[in-house]
């Protein structure tokens, strides 16, 4: 599985929005980027994905690079029920069985 | 909504006992996940199934077994528990060729 990277933790103002950096270089054509976050005391949830275009739904959007070896997951108003642990993950859908794989994520403070 | 359900919150087993986490979920998916979630190690996937009376070895299966015998329900069992096995452990499912995970809300497993 291909690896992506991410800063372990990041900080911002409530009402502000928030870029999430993910590294993956060695992406494949095939792979499909991922988002999830974990709450507090839950388990993790679904956020967006995409393959090569931007993408936008309720909850965020994603910008994906052009040479697609990063990508960046946008907040666009923070709120304080943001904060999580925010994981960016390659998935190949090819394959079936749609295995995630997890890497450490982002940890998200939102400050009031 | 979708519900993916896990029969307890907490649990505390004593070294040794034989272990059963159960997981439910209501949307018919044919793919259900086992993780456990440790600090500094992430989510990592112990199995999964997809499909009835089928399960696959994920990264870290030793000391585990699984069992689905309803496309439902897929179950975790630790054979003689340990105390390396005090973890979280998070269910999740989802439907082949569909791209979102539903993970439930996690199983706080201490053994003593």
């Known amino acids: 599985d291909a690896k992506t990277t991410q800063p372990n933790s990041m900080e911002s103002n409530e009402e502000e929005p928030v870029h999430l950096p993910c590294n993956h270089s060695t992406i494949s054509g095939t792979d499909y980027i991922h988002w999830y976050r974990q709450l507090p005391s839950q388990g993790p949830e679904y956020v967006i994905h995409g393959l090569t275009s931007n993408v936008n739904n309720r909850m965020a959007s994603l910008a994906i690079a052009e040479d697609r070896k990063s990508s960046t997951l946008i907040l666009h108003r923070a709120t304080l029920r943001d904060a999580a642990v925010y994981y960016c993950?390659?998935?190949?859908?090819?394959?079936?069985?749609?295995?995630?794989?997890f890497g450490q994520g982002t940890r998200l403070t939102i400050n009031p | 909504d979708v519900k993916v359900t896990q029969s307890s919150r907490y649990l505390v087993k004593r070294t040794g006992e034989k272990v059963f986490l159960e997981c439910v979920q209501d949307?018919?998916?044919?793919?259900m996940f086992w993780y456990r979630q440790d600090p500094g190690l992430g989510l990592r996937l112990i199995y999964f199934s997809y499909d009835v009376k089928m399960k696959e070895k994920g990264d870290i299966p030793e000391g585990y077994s699984v069992s689905r015998e309803k496309k439902e329900r897929f179950s975790l069992i630790l054979e003689s528990a340990s105390t390396n096995q005090t973890s979280m452990y998070l269910c999740a499912s989802i439907s082949t060729r569909a791209y979102e995970q539903y993970f439930g809300p996690g199983t706080r497993l201490t053994v003593t």
């Open positions: 949307m018919d998916h044919e793919n």
């Open positions: 993950i390659l998935r190949d859908d090819v394959q079936g069985a749609q295995k995630l794989v």
